[in-house]
């Protein structure tokens, strides 16, 4: 306890002096707000196939990839005034929750407003994208049914043809 009393002075000098020096730089920092989005992924392809949680994941995963994609960040910096597809590759990031189909945008930003405007314009340009390939495989799928349907139909003419009998004075 002597000891203590006796070096009083250093001991608050030393605190002071730290404490005095971490608030200069964090003062020194650039502020930086963080802002979420989430989006909730319907994964109807489980329907179509295997019901294999691992291959929903992969699913999950590749589809929060787009989320960072040059076509989305492109699509959210046009809304964005001020930002680039490259400026928003560092301040965008997405990931998929372990245990739910939901993807979270995470955006980095100088100012509040501006994170929560950021992760709004990178969320609605992902759901554009997401919609977009989305149509264009319904599109496909479609395509590809309608073909195999006429050729149902055809196959099923020639063979009605082939089969029926010949009737007298036909």
Known sequence: IEALRRSRWLIVSIVTIITVAVLGYSLTLPKSYEATASIVVNNTSGLLGGNESAAIQRNLATTATLAT?????????????????????????????????????????????????????????????????????TASALSALNGQIAALHARASSELFQDSPVWPGS
């Open 69 to 137: 994609t040059a076509a989305v960040l492109g699509e959210a910096a046009k809304s964005f005034p001020g930002q680039s597809r490259t400026s928003l590759a560092k301040k965008v990031s997405a990931s998929v929750a372990e245990n739910a189909n939901i993807i979270t945008i995470k955006v980095q930003y100088g100012s509040a407003v501006g994170a929560a405007t950021l992760a709004g314009a990178v969320a609605q340009a992902f759901l554009d994208q997401h919609a977009s390939i989305e149509r264009s495989q």
